[in-house]
T-cell receptor, first 114, second 114 residues
């Protein structure tokens, strides 16, 4: 799987948008970008994933550059409860004989402050 | 609905003892994964089940670690002759067997080997 690079930590003010960057310059055409987050003492929580188009759900937006070498996770109005470690993961498209396991890196520690 | 359930939530054992960690996946999820997470690190893949069979056990660190899923639902991770280095949070995840179905994680079992 392609390796991802994320900043080790970021800060964000409550109520503001949190923009978390991720570089995945060696991503292949059959690999998706996934984002998970992990709040202290809990298991990782799925946020969103995408291939090449921008995606939005009730939790966040995912912006993938046209060359697919980087992406940004956007939390539009961060709250204190969004303080967590955020993992950007490149995952092989699962299907048929391929199951596409997740390989986690170190992630970004996002701290939302009042 | 109910998420992935892991029991016990905490387990303390003495070096050399045998332990079993249980995972109840989300109903209907045929894919099941075990991960291990050490302090300050991202989760590390151990083993993947598709139904009853272990389709990928490449992450198991050595032959002291074994996992089963006899009826294609509940899974048990077994560790023989535990060592202090086995202390970690053991996470279980499940997913549908559909292309790009996200993994849903439990909150893990914190294993401490004294």
């Amino acid at each position: 799987d392609a390796k991802t690079t994320q900043p080790p930590s970021m800060d964000c003010a409550e109520g503001r948008a949190a923009n978390l960057p991720c570089n995945h310059s060696t991503i292949s055409g059959n690999e998706y970008v996934y984002w998970y987050r992990q709040i202290h003492s809990q298991g990782p929580q799925y946020i969103i994933h995408g291939l090449k188009n921008n995606e939005t759900n009730e939790m966040a937006s995912l912006i993938i550059t046209e060359d697919r070498k980087s992406s940004t996770l956007i939390l539009p109005h961060a709250t204190l409860r969004d303080t967590a470690v955020y993992y950007c993961i490149v995952r092989v498209r699962a299907g048929g004989t391929s199951y596409g396991k997740l390989t986690f890196g170190q992630g970004t520690i996002l701290t939302v402050h009042p | 609905g109910a998420g992935v359930s892991q029991t016990p939530s905490n387990k303390v054992t003495e070096k050399g003892k045998y332990v079993e960690l249980r995972c109840d996946p989300i109903s209907g999820h045929t894919a099941l994964y075990w991960y291990r997470q050490s302090l300050g690190q991202g989760p590390e893949f151990l083993i993947y089940f598709q139904g009853t069979g272990a389709a990928d056990d490449s992450g198991l660190p050595n032959d002291r670690f074994f996992a089963v899923r006899p009826e294609g639902s509940v899974s048990t991770l077994k560790i023989q002759r535990t060592e202090r280095g086995d202390s970690a949070v053991y996470l279980c995840a499940s997913s549908l067997t559909l292309p790009n179905s996200p993994l849903h994680f439990g909150n893990g079992t914190r294993l401490t080997v004294t």
